[in-house]
């Protein structure tokens, strides 16, 4: 079973939905982060959190909203996406958000915006 | 340059071979190296920390050469099992940077 853990697996959504990707870790972790994985291109951070608390957010396009109620729980609130968002979506955890730390996935959420 | 960079592949190789790619990274200060696996439609996974020492587990060699800023991944009689995308990973200033991955497909 993995320490991490992602909902839903699959999403379709259309660009004026409004829908929402959790992650829960059971690791004890402090970190936790949200990326996003698109064909052909690397992994890209969209944001990061420790203990609850925001600390990175790489840019990322407001109609995607992280949420993070506390250390163990993470959710990403989705709404107008365009087509162009459909990737597959990671969340991923550490025991602190520092760079020597090693990341943990969950499985990940596809999603696909039509 | 590319903060990581890696060639994407395909590496196509028959099993039992032995296979090695590298993977350079830009920022000399970087302080974390790790080579991750990801199969297809799955979430990546660590496979190994690179030290400055190099690290061997079972078949599988990491070596870490900071004159030259690269990390490699050297796979001694590689299993169709191992067919996978190997992603280098580089952390430092706060930062953990992943490379594009390089594609493995082991042979029958």
């Known amino acids: 079973e993995t320490g991490v853990t992602q909902t839903p697996r699959h999403l379709v959504m259309g660009m004026t939905n409004k829908k929402s990707l959790k992650c829960e870790q059971h690791l004890g972790h402090n970190a936790m982060y949200w990326y996003k994985q698109s064909a052909k291109k690397p992994l890209e951070l969209m944001f990061v959190?420790?203990?609850?608390?925001?600390?990175e957010n790489n840019s990322v396009p407001s109609r995607f909203s992280p949420e993070c109620p506390n250390s163990s729980h993470l959710f990403l609130h989705l709404h107008t996406l365009q087509p162009e968002d459909s990737a597959l979506y990671l969340c991923?955890?550490?025991?602190?958000?520092?760079?020597?730390?090693?990341?943990?996935f969950g499985e990940g959420s596809w999603l696909t915006v039509v | 340059r590319k903060e990581v960079e890696q060639d994407p592949g395909p590496f196509n190789v028959p099993e039992g071979a032995t296979v090695a790619f590298n993977c350079t990274y830009s920022n000399s200060a970087s302080q974390s190296f790790f080579w991750y696996r990801q199969d297809c439609r799955k979430e990546p996974k660590l496979l190994m920390s690179v030290y400055s020492s190099g690290n061997e587990d079972g078949r599988f060699t990491a070596q870490l050469n900071r004159a030259s800023q690269y990390i490699s991944l050297l796979i001694r009689d590689s299993k169709l099992s191992d067919s996978a995308t190997y992603l280098c990973v580089v952390g430092g200033d706060d930062k953990i940077i992943f490379g594009k991955g390089t594609r493995l497909h082991i042979l029958p």
């Open positions: 959190y420790s203990l609850e608390e925001r600390v």
């Open positions: 991923a955890s550490s025991q602190d958000p520092g760079f020597g730390n090693t990341i943990y």
